[in-house]
């Protein structure tokens, strides 16, 4: 079964504690018969995960909107508060950060809330609502103000478990701008993936600011209910402050990303600049060596000519010829290391 928690509440306080769904459904139905007049009590029925058949028979005993069950069955919902006549659908998204991974992880709780009851529908494990009826079983007071006393506790706890995914966020961030000063070449990646976490926490708290005005709005004027507005007030403004940081994250992001990029790219003109001079270095000492190898390649190239001693060779016989081979040798040697000298190559 689903049902982690049911119980009927009358003036605050917890009176009976069903062992089924039935049972609890069943108590509902006696008390609507046996109340003359107007009721404080309301049963809470916590669901984890339910199916449909159980939702199915919430629907029929609890009249609740076909709209909204079909909503509540298949989930993937937006944050919103819907109104069918006597009946309230509220959905929120709460989070939580998963540090290693870098990951916002975003749950769904719906809430029906009757004039008799409220139904908490959680799709993952997080958070635990039975801390938040404990707390509310610890204030009478606020408990006694029925379904509306819940949901205000419930996104009182969701809201306030943004906090720790808002420092995971910021302290991340802190680590990428280290890694972007100093030169880490992963950081575009992770600039990249902390922003798309960003906007998904930015799609769980955008949404409550509409759903905590339309409540605010009708808890403004109800003598009886000043300590719930107050309270929601008060989660109202923790939206606020969580929509300003994830605004500011999403900005900060964006800058860092282009800081980043402007980083890579002056560092990629200094490894262009530095591959320039060696290239220009290189290319100079290839410039000398190609000049000593010509001067010393002419004198060689006319040494193994007059070295082949054939018979009928001119100036074999010339007494002079050899040292005019000499001189020849030095003198292009010469002109040639003039030329490059000239040329600015030696």
Request: aromatic share 8%; no cysteine; glycine share 6%.
């Amino acid at each position: 079964m689903s049902v982690v928690d049911n119980a009927v509440y009358v003036s605050g306080a917890r009176e009976t504690e069903p062992d089924s769904l039935d049972g609890t459904l069943a108590l509902l139905r006696d008390r609507e018969r046996a109340v003359d007049g107007p009721d404080d009590g309301f049963a809470w029925i916590g669901l984890l995960r339910p199916d449909q058949d159980e939702l199915d028979q919430l629907a029929r005993e609890l009249k609740l909107p076909a709209l909204a069950v079909e909503d509540a069955i298949h989930a993937h919902q937006r944050p919103k508060l819907e109104r069918y006549d006597d009946v309230e659908f509220v959905v929120l998204r709460p989070a939580w950060y998963v540090d290693e991974d870098e990951d916002v992880q975003v749950g769904e709780v719906h809430l029906f809330l009757g004039q008799d009851f409220v139904v908490t529908v959680r799709h993952a494990e997080t958070p635990d609502l039975s801390s938040v009826r404990a707390r509310l079983e610890q204030d009478p007071a606020l408990l006694a103000q029925g379904p509306r006393a819940v949901l205000y506790a419930v996104l009182d706890r969701i809201v306030d478990d943004y906090h720790p995914v808002v420092r995971g966020l910021r302290h991340d961030i802190d680590q990428i701008e280290t890694q972007v000063f100093g030169g880490d070449p992963s950081v575009s990646r992770r600039i990249y993936q902390l922003s798309r976490e960003v906007i998904e926490l930015q799609r769980a708290v955008d949404p409550l600011r509409d759903v905590l005005d339309g409540l605010l709005a009708e808890t403004t004027d109800d003598p009886e209910g000043v300590t719930l507005h107050r309270g929601l007030r008060d989660v109202a403004d923790h939206v606020a402050q969580t929509i300003e940081s994830a605004d500011n994250f999403r900005q900060l992001l964006g800058n860092i990303l282009q800081v980043n990029a402007a980083l890579v790219g002056q560092r990629q003109n200094e490894e262009m600049r530095t591959l320039s001079e060696t290239s220009l270095a290189q290319g100079e000492e290839v410039k000398k060596i190609s000049s000593w190898a010509a001067i010393l390649f002419t004198p060689s190239l006319i040494g193994a000519i007059y070295g082949m001693n054939f018979e009928h060779m001119p100036e074999l016989g010339w007494v002079y010829g050899y040292p005019f081979a000499l001189g020849l040798m030095a003198l292009t040697a010469v002109v040639l290391y003039l030329v490059f000298r000239k040329r600015g190559w030696l």
